[in-house]
C-alpha cells in the first residue's frame, strides 16, 4: 500500500521568501504525484502532477515540484511567497491508472508573513 | 464549463439518521470518486464509481454507500450516522481509463450532534 508524509503541520515564510514544503512518499511500484492546494471553505485544486515523464514538474502559480526516486520525495517549491499563497497544501499518492483513488497526506497549512 | 458541483453546501445531522449527498461531475467526465476529508486531515478515499458501479474502495463501513446514474452523476448515502461522520466529504470526477487528472467539488459541511 502507499502513503504520503507531510513533514510540518506549518511553515511560515515570508512574502517574497522561498516555499519549500516537504513530502516523501512510500510504494512499492512506481506513482503517480500530486500536489493540491485548498483555500478556506473550497475544494482543492491541483497544482502540479508527476506521471512518470521529467522529473521536475512544474505547475500553476508559479509552482514546481521535483521527483526524486532515491530520496523518495516530491518536495514543492515557489521562489517567491505572494500573501495569496496563504492556504492548506495537500501531497497525494497514486498507484496505476484511474481506477485508483488518491492516497492525500495530512497537510502542510502555509503561512505568509507580510 | 460548471466544474464539479456538489449539494447540499451544508448539512445537520443526528446520531442514528440517514444522509444524502450529491455530486454532478464535470462536463464530459465519467467517473466520480468520494473523499471524507475530517477537520484538521487531508482527505480520505471512500469509493469511485463508474459505469453506474462501484470500482474501487477505500476502508469505510458498508453504512457508506453510494451510486451512480446514467448521466453520471453520483449519490454518497450514509447510513446510522455517528459522530466521527462529521466531516467535509468532497466529490472528485475524472475521465476513465489511463491517468486523469481529478477535478474535486466544493464540497459538503455534514455536522453529525
Known amino acids: 500500500a502507499q502513503s504520503v508524509t507531510q513533514l510540518g503541520s506549518h511553515v511560515s515564510v515570508s512574502e517574497g521568501a522561498l516555499v519549500l514544503l516537504r513530502c516523501n512518499y512510500s510504494?512499492?511500484?512506481?506513482?503517480?504525484l500530486f500536489w493540491y492546494v485548498q483555500y478556506p471553505n473550497q475544494g482543492l485544486q491541483l497544482l502540479l502532477k508527476y506521471t512518470s515523464a521529467a522529473t521536475l514538474v512544474k505547475g500553476i502559480n508559479g509552482f514546481e515540484a521535483e521527483f526524486k526516486k532515491s530520496e523518495t520525495s516530491f518536495h514543492l517549491t515557489k521562489p517567491s511567497a505572494h500573501m495569496s499563497d496563504a492556504a492548506e497544501y495537500f501531497c497525494a499518492v497514486r498507484v496505476g491508472g484511474g481506477a485508483d483513488g488518491l492516497t492525500f497526506g495530512k497537510g502542510t497549512h502555509l503561512i505568509i508573513q507580510p | 464549463d460548471a466544474g464539479v458541483t456538489q449539494s447540499p453546501t451544508h448539512l445537520i445531522k443526528t446520531r442514528g439518521q440517514q444522509v444524502t449527498l450529491r455530486c454532478s461531475p464535470k462536463s464530459g467526465h465519467d467517473t466520480v470518486s468520494w473523499y471524507q476529508q475530517a477537520l484538521g486531515q487531508g482527505p480520505q478515499f471512500i469509493f469511485q464509481y463508474y459505469e453506474e458501479e462501484e470500482r474501487q474502495r477505500g476502508n469505510f463501513p458498508d453504512r457508506f454507500s453510494g451510486h451512480q446514474f446514467p448521466n453520471y452523476s453520483s449519490e454518497l448515502n450514509v447510513n446510522a450516522l455517528l459522530l466521527g461522520d462529521s466531516a467535509l466529504y468532497l466529490c472528485?470526477?475524472?475521465?476513465?481509463?489511463?491517468?486523469?487528472?481529478?477535478?474535486f467539488g466544493p464540497g459538503t459541511r455534514l455536522t453529525v450532534l
Open positions: 472528485a470526477s475524472s475521465l476513465a481509463g489511463g491517468f486523469n487528472e481529478q477535478f
Open positions: 510504494s512499492s511500484v512506481p506513482p503517480y
